[in-house]
T-cell receptor, first 115, second 112 residues
Framework: KAGVTQTPRYLIKTRGQQVTLSCSPI?????VSWYQQTPGQGLQFLFE???????NKGNFPGRFSGRQFSNSRSEMNVSTLELGDSALYLC??????????????FGPGTRLTVL | SQQGEEDPQALSIQEGENATMNCSYK?????LQWYRQNSGRGLVHLIL?????REKHSGRLRVTLDTSKKSSSLLITASRAADTASYFC????????????FGSGTRLQVQP
């Protein structure tokens, strides 16, 4: 089975721009979660999508948004970029569990640099 | 603040030695998971232990969970240079928001 893929792998943007990141989960996985990783804040949960619905959202401003398509692929968008948005953005897919959060399969990440 | 905190923050050992990392958390959990991350790449799932389990093994990995102390430990036996990575614990909080909450990680350096 192919793993989780994320595109692009690297991205450089300037303040005020917007960016869209893409994630393709493992075939059969319907849950997709996004995380932001920075040296200062560590790994922080952004949101989770399941069956095209946002099931949960972390403590991030409204500039961060996402969506999931019928084939479970997901995108996240960050508008009006700030320097502090520079981070590694990780996508993870899993088999949706009814109780508890299952093993997450992570993609390689997208390294976003905001200048 | 982080739900899980790893200890130590950094650990340097020689090949063949054992490495032990600890994780403490604050609230009741459904399960606790350990992940490995190599140098700014994606995370790799190592092991999941449920709240009603006390110990789990996977190859050279041994994880223990003490829910009364809200702590877990990861033991890597006979470490190899390839084990050099950052290790994170992640908790699935019971009754809370559906999300994995990650700790700050332990950076393990295994010297050949």
């Amino acid at each position: 089975k192919a793993g989780v893929t994320q595109t692009p792998r690297y991205l450089i943007k300037t303040r005020g721009q917007q960016v869209t990141l893409s994630c393709s989960p493992i075939s059969g996985h319907r849950s997709v979660s996004w995380y932001q990783q920075t040296p200062g804040q560590g790994l922080q949960f952004l949101f989770e999508y399941f069956s095209e619905t946002q099931r949960n959202k972390g403590n991030f401003p409204g500039r961060f948004s996402g969506r999931q398509f019928s084939n479970s692929r997901s995108e996240m968008n960050v508008s009006t970029l700030e320097l502090g948005d520079s981070a590694l953005y990780l996508c993870a897919s899993s088999l949706a569990g009814t109780s508890g959060y299952n093993e997450q399969f992570f993609g390689p990440g997208t390294r976003l640099t905001v200048l | 603040s982080q739900q899980g905190e790893e200890d130590p923050q950094a650990l340097s050992i020689q090949e063949g030695e054992n490495a032990t990392m600890n994780c403490s958390y604050k609230t009741s959990i459904n399960n606790l998971q350990w992940y490995r991350q190599n140098s700014g790449r994606g995370l790799v799932h190592l092991i999941l232990i449920r709240s009603n389990e006390r110990e789990k093994h996977s190859g050279r990995l041994r994880v223990t969970l003490d829910t009364s102390k809200k702590s877990s430990s990861l033991l890597i036996t006979a470490s190899r240079a390839a084990d050099t990575a950052s290790y994170f614990c992640a908790t699935d909080v019971k009754g809370g928001r559906r999300a994995l909450t990650f700790g700050s990680g332990t950076r393990l350096q295994v010297q050949p």
